[in-house]
């Protein structure tokens, strides 16, 4: 049977036809009674093959891929095949497939794409070079450490120095004694390899509660740790004792971006959260210095010809005593981007995000065409929530909460100016870092709910004024919680906002449950907050009913009810489901919610209370989601796909 009459007919069992025995032992003969039984059972096959129950599997179809590039980590000179530092280096990473190397002749323009040994370690953030003129990176997510040797053009897998239980290499340094040393996420360790005798040793956690540690290895044999970004802290660590010590006493240690550089005199310079510098003395002593005053290690080629990416498909290099400046652009192979949102515009089309690096992407149901429109936003992560408000579709993307607006009526140009077209209009700030979820029009405005920056606890509710362009952002509306999702009660003129306990990057909750909030986007302010469902750590998605309930999905697995008047929870059930995503539950044309798991499209009928399976796709459901019409999207890794909803689910 069919897998989507299998679901409908659950307790279905065909009767055995006369010619076969049940339990299948013998076939029967033609007889007058087998012919009889064979007419009988013809009627049934055809009911099968001609039922106008709907096929599920054949209501899935696969869109295609709409972003095929990868994304670069970084642009660097280095050795080529003559030992002289004359070739550009691009780090890319490419999703699903294993990292690359760009290499570019700045002289003839050649590029070059070499793909490293494995497969499933999709990027680094790590480069160094040692003594011998080879390259090293640190790949994620299984924390390689890769080698590349320009002459020969061939890779080594140098293994796994941090262990299995590390994710990726923050950072790699090449120390005086020609050794490399890296540090690692989650569990900041240190390591070190000596590249004359093979040796790998992990010396363990530089810190017993933070996540990432970013080495610099300094002229004087002494390895600088940032240690970052809850605590930040900077652990200088002895090679020759193996010894660690503390330079920030506990008390003084703050969150946010601590980053360390070894200055043209073998000193190692500190950047704290606040923006001060400090020179390191005798491996113990902070001296605070101007900028001005830091000799940093010069880039570019040792002849001063400086270059830089515009984007991934640009590289330009300027010669300072000449004034020349020529671009080369840039080609490389990538299957496809992973695709991290997908929503509806105004122009009835569906728009997307791919994640590293971040596009836009339409999908015209009329014609059928999909098409990456490029870069939304300065930002490269990816477009974390959008909206539509009149004739534009509003974006705002990670990192930095960043707000931007495309207008599908207007010609394709991204840039910041007047005339750009997606045009960035820069972060919402106030420490606000991942825009989980939004909603556009209400009041001529937008409302952005989002995650902290790295370090730090306490998200926000931004109003973004288009007319005005004016941003207020709401920090802290739940204390040291996150908004993770929105949705708007038009009966009742409310904002509903869902909680998450999470933090940013590298923190850990402070609080167990999440909350739910009804905010009053008039006077701009809460006006009531409950724990819906205890224990839940996060409310993935909301959604209103056209009777002013609120239907909420979380973390835990579970479905809420909440009316808005009453203030009160009406009821609490199971999702009967594994795995639901976020801000992927929605009203649909025929007054049924739907929502996505990772492996099921389900659907709530309001009042009944009751989740249900629909149907099971093909692949897992990675991303989501869109409805247009009784069309839903979803995204499925690099693919972009397209249920068509039943008429009767």
């Known amino acids: 049977m069919p897998p989507a009459l299998r679901r409908q007919n659950r307790t279905y069992n065909p009767p055995y036809p006369p010619f076969v025995k049940k339990g299948g032992e013998r076939l029967r003969t033609f007889g007058k009674d087998g012919l009889r039984g064979f007419r009988f059972f013809i009627p049934i096959l055809l009911f099968f093959i001609l039922s106008p129950f709907p096929q599920f599997s054949f209501a899935f179809r696969n869109l295609g891929v709409p972003v095929k590039e990868g994304i670069s980590w970084g642009v660097y000179a280095g050795p080529g095949k003559t030992d002289r530092t004359d070739t550009i280096y691009i780090v890319l990473g490419r999703y699903k497939e294993s990292l690359s190397l760009l290499t570019v002749h700045p002289d003839t323009g050649e590029v070059r794409q070499f793909n490293a040994p494995l497969p499933d370690e999709m990027g680094s953030w790590g480069f160094t070079v040692d003594q011998e003129n080879r390259i090293y990176l640190g790949s994620y997510y299984r924390a390689h450490l890769l080698r590349f040797d320009p002459k020969t053009e061939k890779w080594d897998d140098l293994g796994r120095p941090g262990g299995e239980s590390e994710?990726?290499?923050?950072?790699?340094?090449?120390?005086?004694d020609g050794k490399i040393w890296g540090g690692t996420f989650p569990s900041a360790k240190l390591f070190s390899y000596d590249p004359k005798t093979g040796e790998m040793k992990n010396f363990g956690r530089m810190d017993e509660s933070q996540f990432y540690c970013y080495p610099t290895a300094g002229s004087d044999g002494l390895i600088y740790c940032a240690i970052r970004f809850e605590k930040?802290?900077?652990v200088v660590f002895d090679p020759v004792k193996e010894t660690r010590t503390s330079l920030i006493p506990f008390e003084e240690r703050r969150s946010g971006w601590l980053s360390l550089t070894r200055g043209e005199d073998g000193k190692v310079y500190a950047k704290f959260p606040s923006g001060k510098w400090f020179r390191i003395e005798d491996g113990k002593n902070l001296l605070e210095v101007q900028e001005r005053e830091i000799p940093f290690p010069k880039k570019g080629f040792p002849d001063g010809r400086?270059?830089?990416?515009?984007?991934?498909d640009l590289l330009k290099i300027q010669n300072p005593a000449t004034k020349e400046e020529k671009?080369?652009?840039l080609r490389h192979e990538a299957s496809g981007a992973f695709l991290f949102?997908?929503?509806s515009g105004p122009d009835g089309r569906i728009y997307g995000s791919s994640m590293l690096p971040l596009r836009l992407f339409v999908y015209d149901p009329k014609d059928e065409s999909l098409v990456n429109l490029g870069k939304a936003a300065h930002a490269g992560g990816q477009v974390y929530s959008m909206g539509s408000y009149g004739d534009r579709l509003y974006l705002c993307s990670y990192p930095g909460a960043r707000i931007s607006f495309y207008d599908p009526k207007r010609p394709l140009k991204f840039g910041d100016g007047e005339e750009a077209n997606p045009r960035d209009l820069g972060p919402l700030g106030?420490?606000?870092?991942r825009p989980r979820a939004m909603i556009a029009g209400p009041h001529g405005k937008i409302y952005i709910g989002s995650y902290p920056d790295y370090g730090l606890h306490g998200g926000a509710i931004s109003v973004y004024n288009p007319k005005k362009n004016e941003r207020r952002v709401y920090r802290h509306i739940i204390p040291n919680q996150s908004i993770a999702s929105l949705t708007y009660l038009e009966k009742l003129d409310l904002v509903a906002g869902g909680s998450s306990v999470r933090g940013g990057g590298g923190t850990r909750a402070i609080e167990k449950e999440a909350r739910l909030i009804l905010w009053d986007p008039k006077e701009e302010k809460k006006v009531f907050e409950i724990v819906p469902v205890p224990d839940a750590r996060t409310i993935l998605s909301l959604a209103a009913t056209p009777d002013g309930l609120v239907y909420g999905i979380t973390d835990s697995?579970?479905?809420f009810v909440f009316?808005?008047?009453?203030?009160m929870v009406r009821k609490v059930f199971d999702l009967g489901l594994k795995r639901p995503l976020e801000v992927s539950l929605q009203m649909g044309p025929d007054g049924l919610l739907y929502g996505l798991t990772q492996e099921e499209i389900f659907f709530i009928e309001p009042g009944k209370d009751l989740a249900l399976p629909m149907a099971k796709p093909p692949v897992p459901i990675t991303s989501g989601m869109a409805i247009a019409g009784r069309k839903i999207y979803f995204g499925s890794h690099a693919h972009f796909y397209e249920f068509e909803i039943p008429s009767n689910p």
């Open 232 to 234: 930040t802290d900077i």
């Open 430 to 433: 106030e420490g606000q870092d």
């Open 167 to 176: 994710s990726f290499i923050c950072s790699l340094t090449t120390a005086p």
């Open 563 to 567: 009316d808005p008047e009453q203030r």
């Open 341 to 343: 949102f997908v929503g």
């Open 557 to 559: 697995e579970k479905v």
């Open 306 to 312: 400086q270059f830089h990416l515009v984007d991934t």
């Open 327 to 329: 671009g080369i652009p």
